[in-house]
Nanobody, 115 residues
Framework: VQLVESGGGLVQPGGSLRLSCVAS????????MRWHRQTPGKERELVAS????????FYSDSMKGRFTMSRDDAQNTVILQMNSLKPEDTAVYYC?????????WGKGTLVTVSS
């Protein structure tokens, strides 16, 4: 099982980044997919989640209107489009897959928002 995130990097405030997570080794279309993020000294927090079979994504309050999550079951991929980035969005972003008691995590990709 693998979840591989990519797309992180350094961006100026107000800029955009597009994170990708490619999954392998499990039945991707059956899993709820989530993005979490974590900064040093803080707990990992939920950014967004998307269910199976075309359900609408859920966003945490601070991401609403700025972030868009989507999934492509044919490509075993989830995307997190992040716009209007703020310095407080700086974190390691993790991809997560969950189906009942089964849960998988990627290793994360670092997003730094700074001028």
């Amino acid at each position: 099982v693998q979840l591989v995130e990519s797309g992180g990097g350094l961006v100026q405030p107000g800029g955009s980044l597009r994170l990708s997570c490619v999954a392998s080794g499990f039945t991707f279309s059956s899993y709820v997919m989530r993005w979490h993020r974590q900064t040093p000294g803080k707990e990992r927090e939920l950014v967004a989640s998307i269910g199976t079979a075309g359900g609408s994504p859920f966003y945490s309050d601070s991401m609403k209107g700025r972030f868009t999550m989507s999934r492509d079951d044919a490509q075993n991929t989830v995307i997190l489009q992040m716009n209007s980035l703020k310095p407080e969005d700086t974190a390691v972003y993790y991809c997560n897959a969950r189906l009942r008691w089964r849960e998988y995590w990627g290793k994360g990709t670092l997003v730094t928002v700074s001028s």
